[in-house]
């Protein structure tokens, strides 16, 4: 058998190449309307990320962060939607968002969001906006 430490060592030594490359970060924001063909200019970010934590919050993510990593899959959805288009990765953003406001009562029916992709730079570019959905017509399951 080979030695356990060989195997165990990538998995607790981070790769420095772990990424190919350091591409624009996407954001997601959505925007809510009272009719399918409203004009969406208040656009507001989903999840945007705390400004500061404290350490203890920090420590506390370590272990159990499900927010976090849910909003870490919708990167890779938004990301995977850029690239390649498909009906699955919208839905899970539709899915996600409308989840988050359906305890939102007051909030006008339609719901559209679009992918916002900032550079390291700071430029900021809209690569994908979905068409507006019924709030009541999206499964949040």
């Known amino acids: 058998m080979a030695n356990p430490f060989s195997l165990l060592a990538p998995a607790l030594v981070p790769s420095w190449n772990f990424f190919d490359v350091i ?3 996407p954001r ?3 925007a809510l309307a009272d009719t399918r063909d409203a004009v969406l200019d208040a656009w507001a970010e989903f999840r945007p990320r705390p400004q500061r934590l404290s350490p203890a919050a920090m420590l506390a993510r370590l272990v159990w962060n499900p927010r976090w990593n849910e909003s870490l899959y919708l990167v890779s959805c938004a990301e995977r939607l850029v690239e390649e288009p498909t009906a699955h990765s919208e839905d899970e953003i ?7 406001l359906a305890t939102r009562s007051d909030a006008p029916p339609w719901l559209s969001f679009r992918l ?6 700071g430029e900021r570019e809209v690569l994908y906006q979905a068409a507006p959905r019924l709030r009541v017509d999206i499964d949040v399951r």
């Open 28 to 30: 997601v924001e959505y």
């Open 94 to 100: 539709f899915r996600r968002i409308a989840a988050d």
């Open 116 to 121: 916002l992709f900032v550079d390291p730079t």
């Open 23 to 25: 591409a624009a970060s």
